[in-house]
C-alpha cells in the first residue's frame, strides 16, 4: 500500500509559467511534508516543506499548499525557468524518527525555453 | 552550507570484494542516514544512526554493514554483494532525529554502485 501517491509521472510547463506539482497521501497520522527536487546523477535536494498546523508555506518562486481533508498537497513554481527541470519527490513523516519519510515516486518535471 | 559530500562517486566491484562507501557532514548533525535507491524509484531507508549509534536498521542484508566512526563520519562497508544491489548508495543527515520542523533531512550526491 503506497501511503504517498505522486499520480504524475511527468509534467510538461512552458519556460515564465506556472507549475503545480501534486501529492496525495493515505495516512492521516502523517503531519510534516516535504518535497525535494533531484537532478540526474546527484542526490535529491530539499526544497521546501510544511507543517499540518499550516496550509501554506511560501520561499521566493515556491509555494506549498496542504489541504489536509483532502489529503492533498501540492507544489507550485511560478515563474517556472528551465533550471527547475528535475525530478521532484513528495515526502511525508510522522514516525519519531525524521529519517522515516515516506517518499512518492517523483514527478519529472520539464520547463521549455 | 548543508553539504553532505559521499565518495566514491562511482563504485564497480566484483560480488566477491569488499568495499567500503564513505559519507562526511560538518553542519554539526547528530543523525546520519544510509538510503538505497533504484532508478525511477524513490529513496529507501536503509540504517538511521543517532549520537553515533546505530538506532534503525531496515531489515538490511548483513552484507550491508554500517560503521559511525565519529558524529561527522558514516561508512558503509560492501561485503558479497549481488547485482540487484547495485544502485544509488545515498548518505544524508539532519540536526536529529526527531520529528520536529527542523530536522530536514540534507542528502550527498550519491555514490552510484555496480555489482558485477
Known amino acids: 500500500d503506497q501511503q504517498v501517491k505522486q499520480n504524475s509521472p511527468s509534467l510538461s510547463v512552458q519556460e515564465g509559467r506556472i507549475s503545480i506539482l501534486n501529492c496525495d497521501y493515505t495516512?492521516?497520522?502523517?503531519?510534516?511534508f516535504l518535497w525535494y527536487k533531484k537532478y540526474p546523477a546527484e542526490g535529491p535536494t530539499f526544497l521546501i516543506s510544511?507543517?499540518?498546523?499550516?496550509d501554506k508555506n511560501e520561499d521566493g518562486r515556491f509555494t506549498v499548499f496542504l489541504n489536509k481533508s483532502a489529503k492533498h498537497l501540492s507544489l507550485h513554481i511560478v515563474p517556472s525557468q528551465p533550471g527547475d527541470s528535475a525530478v521532484y519527490f513528495c515526502?511525508?513523516?510522522?514516525?519519531?524518527?525524521?529519517?522515516?519519510?515516506?517518499f512518492g515516486d517523483g514527478t519529472t518535471l520539464t520547463v521549455k525555453p | 552550507d548543508t553539504e553532505v559530500t559521499q565518495t566514491p562517486k562511482h563504485l564497480v566491484m566484483g560480488m566477491t570484494n569488499k568495499k567500503s562507501l564513505k559519507c562526511e557532514q560538518h553542519?554539526?548533525?547528530?543523525?546520519m542516514y544510509w538510503y538505497k535507491q533504484k532508478a525511477k524509484k524513490p529513496p529507501e531507508l536503509m540504517f538511521v544512526?543517532?549520537?553515533?549509534?546505530?538506532?534503525i536498521n531496515e531489515s538490511v542484508p548483513s552484507r550491508f554493514s554500517p560503521e559511525c566512526p565519529n558524529s561527522s563520519l558514516l561508512n558503509l562497508h560492501l561485503h558479497a554483494l549481488q547485482p540487484e544491489d547495485s544502485a544509488l548508495y545515498l548518505c544524508?543527515?539532519?540536526?536529529?532525529?526527531?520529528?520536529?520542523?527542523?530536522?530536514?533531512?540534507?542528502f550527498g550526491e550519491g555514490s552510484w554502485l555496480t555489482v558485477v
Open positions: 515526502a511525508a513523516r510522522y514516525n519519531t524518527n525524521a529519517g522515516k519519510s515516506t
Open positions: 553542519m554539526g548533525h547528530r543523525a
Open positions: 495516512n492521516s497520522m502523517f503531519d510534516y
Open positions: 544512526y543517532s549520537y553515533e549509534k546505530l538506532s
Open positions: 510544511i507543517s499540518s498546523i499550516k
Open positions: 544524508a543527515s539532519s540536526y536529529g532525529t526527531a520529528r520536529g520542523s527542523g530536522n530536514t533531512i540534507y
